[in-house]
Nanobody, 118 residues
Framework: QVQLEESGGGLVQAGGSLRLSCVASESIFSINYMGWYRQAPGKQRELVATITRYGTTNYADSVKGRFTISRVNAKNTVYLQMNSLKPEDTAVYYC????????????WGQGTQVTVSS
């Protein structure tokens, strides 16, 4: 079972930047997808960005050009660099590991709060 721990959230003014980190308890080299999701109050959890084990990335339209996901397998870590933050980016951000074997497994972190003030 993969355990994920996020860090790097906080309070920032609109236009500012934050970098989120997600450290896994074991190697992420073989994990097919690592990703970041977010959930704002009263809303469903939504995809922010994913990165495959080969480095292919995918972003929600709302964050394209502002957020960058990356992974460092040697550190078992995934990052989310968030620039030009907007108040609507305010949410709890969750790290996800999606492993595809004979069945699929999803692992989640506890989340880190990001608050963007206007």
């Amino acid at each position: 079972q993969v355990q994920l721990e996020e860090s790097g959230g906080g309070l920032v003014q609109a236009g500012g930047s934050l970098r989120l980190s997600c450290v896994a308890s074991e190697s992420i080299f073989s994990i097919n997808y690592m990703g970041w999701y977010r959930q704002a109050p009263g809303k469903q959890r939504e995809l922010v960005a994913t990165i495959t084990r080969y480095g292919t990335t995918n972003y929600a339209d709302s964050v394209k050009g502002r957020f960058t996901i990356s992974r460092v397998n040697a550190k078992n870590t995934v990052y989310l660099q968030m620039n030009s933050l907007k108040p609507e980016d305010t949410a709890v951000y969750y790290c996800n590991a999606h492993l595809i074997a004979t069945v699929s497994y999803d692992y989640w972190g506890q989340g880190t709060q990001v608050t963007v003030s206007s």
